[in-house]
């Protein structure tokens, strides 16, 4: 069976294979000049915070594995799956190090969230089997609330 | 600390004036003045004796609604800071001099043409060639120009290289073939007029027979970074899918898959390292001649960075004409050096996006080629050897290669042997002809381009025009 850690970068690939020809197509075609670069790339920011969400919803509702460790070594993984695409982002000036700090924190933030939701009803409820679908759905909701307030987080964010 | 605008206050609007500066030293002193206009930021050092009286003239860029502030910034002292506003227009003024009662007779009879007067006397007319930038044409009588300052008259040689406009009231013959001579266009654009009424005929007439400026900056552009575009989306396409490839075949591979963390840490780390720091320095050249004259117009684009992130630094001479060549990201800062004859271009620049500005100059060259019109066909002639081996004649739509000549040999084209223009700078050479105007087309790298690197990657074309048959 697929480890959490492995789980975790199979979804990075899969989002990130279909992420770059997005991006290289767009390169072909735009003009380059900073007024259309900086907006892509930021764009390019934003989608990634989005769908690192939506792999940290992913990853929590098929756990294979026990230990807390492992969600939050997996949730490590998909955070800094993308770091390639944050520092390219990065060099094009469309954003500074405190979005890109922020957003991830933002990103942490979620993970950790998902984490301390299970480890909370591991050891508080630890028998009650219907209070385990809490952790995922959890998980579920920061993902429905970080796509509903989108332009909240992208605005805080300046992107 | 004593400033004046050029031109009487007038400037248009996106194109370069002047200031006057009149710094008066009561001690001793040493500092930089610094000019903040619509361009960016310039810096010139100063240092003066007890007593002294030093008069600069500033080429500054005018936006609306942006002043010009100037600030005395002495290495020891109170800094002093001062504003200029200018007033702006959006056509391309016509520079009168005083003693021509012209701006009565526009006011009684205004003409088909708009004109945008400017009356100045001797000492306001243009000290740099800058200046000259917004204006279209120049009236004068023969009297005002011989007792022009020396800037001035280097200011209105440069502004009469580029083909520019100049009518004189009743000039003597000698006088006006000295002129034209060494005038670009062979002179043709300046005339003499008799009466005052005549003005706005010639002036419409010698406007609609100006051939086409050289190109703008976007055209050039699609010229010559093409290439550039294509490297870096090569290299970036690579640095991603080589990273994303790596990390499937680590994950293949290997159990353990927490020391994976440190791959996209590394590979961040690496492409940091690789594309920060000075980028490269492109410089393209559009070199404009008309056949038989001794003037080209050299219009380049200078290209700053875009292939790595971070501050770009190139030394320029302070005679070509710099001006933005796109909306810049961030204005750039000049430092002129102590003997005043170079300047440091200092700008920050990112990943993909290039600073980019227009360098234009005028020099005096020998063309390679004469181009003539003989029974309806372009004919060319050649002064120097081995040079035609890229050359080609445009003409008509079509390009033609020109074969090698020797020295003082002539050559018609077979008008069956037309291709289809290919490349970049073949098509926006067809693209600003006239259908049955001939032109020469060969790469062409100019002695003088106004850039001192060693750094730099220059491509040039150089294209001459033939001569219109009116004089």
Same mark, same amino acid.
């Given at each position: 069976?697929?480890?959490?850690?492995?789980?975790?970068?199979?979804?990075?690939?899969?989002?990130?294979?279909?992420?770059?020809?997005?991006?290289?197509?767009?390169?072909?075609?735009?003009?380059?000049?900073?007024?259309?670069?900086?907006?892509?790339?930021?764009?390019?920011?934003?989608?990634?915070?989005?769908?690192?969400?939506?792999?940290?919803?992913?990853?929590?509702?098929?756990?294979?594995?026990?230990?807390?460790?492992?969600?939050?070594?997996?949730?490590?993984?998909?955070?800094?799956?993308?770091?390639?695409?944050?520092?390219?982002?990065?060099?094009?000036?469309?954003?500074?190090?405190?979005?890109?700090?922020?957003?991830?924190?933002?990103?942490?933030?979620?993970?950790?969230?998902?984490?301390?939701?299970?480890?909370?009803?591991?050891?508080?409820?630890?028998?009650?089997?219907?209070?385990?679908?809490?952790?995922?759905?959890?998980?579920?909701?920061?993902?429905?609330?970080?796509?509903?307030?989108?332009?909240?987080?992208?605005?805080?964010?300046?992107? | 600390?004593?400033?004046?605008?050029?031109?009487?206050?007038?400037?248009?609007?996106?194109?370069?004036?002047?200031?006057?500066?009149?710094?008066?030293?009561?001690?001793?002193?040493?500092?930089?003045?610094?000019?903040?206009?619509? @361009?960016?930021?310039?810096?010139?050092?100063?240092?003066?004796?007890?007593?002294?009286?030093?008069?600069?003239?500033?080429?500054?860029?005018?936006?609306?609604?942006?002043?010009?502030?100037?600030?005395?910034?002495?290495?020891?002292?109170?800094?002093?800071?001062?504003?200029?506003?200018?007033?702006?227009?959006?056509?391309?003024?016509?520079?009168?001099?005083?003693?021509?009662?012209?701006?009565?007779?526009?006011?009684?009879?205004?003409?088909?043409?708009?004109?945008?007067?400017?009356?100045?006397?001797?000492?306001?007319?243009?000290?740099?060639?800058?200046?000259?930038?917004?204006?279209?044409? @120049?009236?004068?009588?023969?009297?005002?120009?011989?007792?022009?300052?020396?800037?001035?008259?280097?200011?209105?040689?440069?502004?009469?290289?580029?083909?520019?406009?100049?009518?004189?009231?009743?000039?003597?013959?000698?006088?006006?073939?000295?002129?034209?001579?060494?005038?670009?266009?062979?002179?043709?654009?300046?005339?003499?007029?008799?009466?005052?009424?005549?003005?706005?005929?010639?002036?419409?007439?010698?406007?609609?027979?100006?051939?086409?400026?050289?190109?703008?900056?976007?055209?050039?552009?699609?010229?010559?970074?093409?290439?550039?575009?294509?490297?870096?989306?090569?290299?970036?396409?690579?640095?991603?899918?080589?990273?994303?490839? @790596?990390?499937?075949?680590?994950?293949?591979?290997?159990?353990?898959?927490?020391?994976?963390?440190?791959?996209?840490?590394?590979?961040?780390?690496?492409?940091?390292?690789?594309?920060?720091?000075?980028?490269?320095?492109?410089?393209?050249?559009?070199?404009?001649?008309?056949?038989?004259?001794?003037?080209?117009?050299?219009?380049?684009?200078?290209?700053?960075?875009?292939?790595?992130?971070?501050?770009?630094?190139?030394?320029?001479?302070?005679?070509?004409?710099?001006?933005?060549?796109?909306?810049?990201?961030?204005?750039?800062?000049?430092?002129?050096?102590?003997?005043?004859?170079?300047?440091?271009?200092?700008?920050?620049?990112?990943?993909?996006?290039?600073?980019?500005?227009?360098?234009?100059?005028?020099?005096?060259?020998?063309?390679? @080629?004469?181009?003539?019109?003989?029974?309806?066909?372009?004919?060319?002639?050649?002064?120097?050897?081995?040079?035609?081996?890229?050359?080609?004649?445009?003409?008509?739509?079509?390009?033609?290669?020109?074969?090698?000549?020797?020295?003082?040999?002539?050559?018609?084209?077979?008008?069956?042997?037309?291709?289809?223009?290919?490349?970049?700078?073949?098509?926006?050479?067809?693209?600003?002809?006239?259908?049955?105007?001939?032109?020469?087309?060969?790469?062409?790298?100019?002695?003088?381009?106004?850039?001192?690197?060693?750094?730099?990657?220059?491509?040039?074309?150089?294209?001459?025009?033939?001569?219109?048959?009116?004089?």
């Amino acid at each position: 069976m697929m480890s959490q850690q492995r789980q975790a970068l199979t979804l990075s690939i899969i989002y990130s294979i279909p992420l770059l020809i997005w991006l290289t197509t767009q390169l072909q075609f735009i003009e380059w000049s900073h007024f259309y670069l900086q907006p892509l790339f930021r764009q390019l920011f934003s989608t990634l915070l989005l769908l690192q969400t939506l792999c940290i919803t992913l990853l929590s509702l098929n756990r294979v594995d026990r230990q807390w460790s492992q969600d939050a070594l997996g949730i490590i993984h998909i955070i800094l799956f993308p770091l390639p695409f944050v520092a390219l982002t990065w060099l094009t000036g469309s954003v500074n190090l405190n979005t890109i700090i922020s957003g991830l924190l933002l990103i942490s933030l979620i993970g950790a969230l998902g984490i301390l939701s299970r480890i909370s009803i591991d050891f508080l409820a630890a028998g009650l089997k219907p209070l385990k679908i809490i952790p995922p759905f959890v998980s579920i909701t920061l993902a429905i609330l970080m796509w509903n307030f989108r332009h909240l987080w992208m605005n805080w964010l300046e992107l | 600390m004593e400033l004046k605008t050029g031109l009487d206050g007038h400037a248009v609007d996106g194109q370069t004036s002047e200031i006057e500066i009149r710094l008066l030293s009561t001690s001793v002193i040493s500092g930089q003045l610094e000019i903040n206009d619509a @361009f960016g930021h310039t810096l010139i050092p100063v240092k003066l004796s007890e007593r002294v009286e030093k008069t600069f003239w500033q080429a500054v860029t005018v936006e609306q609604n942006k002043s010009i502030i100037v600030r005395w910034i002495p290495e020891h002292g109170d800094i002093i800071e001062k504003q200029l506003l200018v007033d702006h227009s959006q056509t391309a003024l016509t520079i009168i001099s005083r003693s021509i009662p012209l701006k009565l007779t526009l006011d009684k009879n205004p003409p088909s043409v708009a004109i945008t007067p400017v009356i100045l006397s001797t000492q306001n007319l243009p000290h740099t060639p800058q200046a000259y930038a917004g204006i279209e044409a @120049f009236i004068t009588a023969p009297q005002t120009l011989s007792s022009l300052s020396k800037d001035q008259y280097l200011a209105l040689s440069d502004y009469l290289s580029s083909c520019n406009i100049l009518l004189l009231s009743t000039v003597e013959q000698p006088l006006l073939k000295r002129l034209k001579d060494f005038s670009g266009c062979s002179g043709r654009f300046i005339q003499s007029y008799e009466t005052l009424e005549q003005i706005p005929q010639i002036l419409a007439t010698l406007k609609g027979r100006r051939s086409a400026q050289t190109p703008s900056a976007d055209e050039m552009t699609l010229a010559g970074q093409k290439q550039f575009q294509q490297q870096m989306l090569s290299s970036i396409v690579l640095y991603l899918t080589g990273y994303i490839l @790596f990390i499937i075949l680590l994950t293949w591979f290997i159990k353990k898959t927490q020391y994976q963390l440190l791959i996209p840490l590394i590979v961040a780390g690496a492409g940091i390292l690789a594309w920060s720091g000075e980028g490269s320095q492109q410089l393209i050249s559009w070199v404009e001649a008309e056949s038989g004259d001794n003037h080209v117009i050299n219009s380049s684009l200078l290209f700053l960075g875009g292939n790595r992130s971070g501050d770009n630094s190139i030394s320029l001479n302070t005679t070509s004409r710099l001006s933005s060549g796109m909306k810049q990201a961030q204005q750039p800062q000049i430092n002129y050096q102590q003997n005043l004859t170079s300047r440091v271009l200092t700008v920050k620049s990112q990943l993909l996006s290039p600073q980019t500005f227009k360098l234009t100059s005028i020099s005096t060259q020998s063309l390679p @080629f004469e181009l003539k019109i003989q029974q309806d066909l372009p004919k060319i002639i050649t002064f120097e050897d081995s040079i035609a081996d890229k050359a080609l004649l445009l003409w008509r739509g079509q390009t033609y290669d020109i074969p090698s000549l020797t020295p003082g040999t002539s050559w018609q084209p077979d008008e069956t042997m037309g291709k289809s223009a290919v490349s970049p700078a073949e098509k926006l050479l067809l693209s600003r002809l006239a259908f049955d105007a001939p032109a020469i087309l060969m790469p062409f790298t100019p002695n003088y381009s106004g850039v001192i690197s060693s750094n730099l990657q220059h491509t040039g074309w150089l294209v001459i025009r033939h001569q219109p048959e009116w004089l």
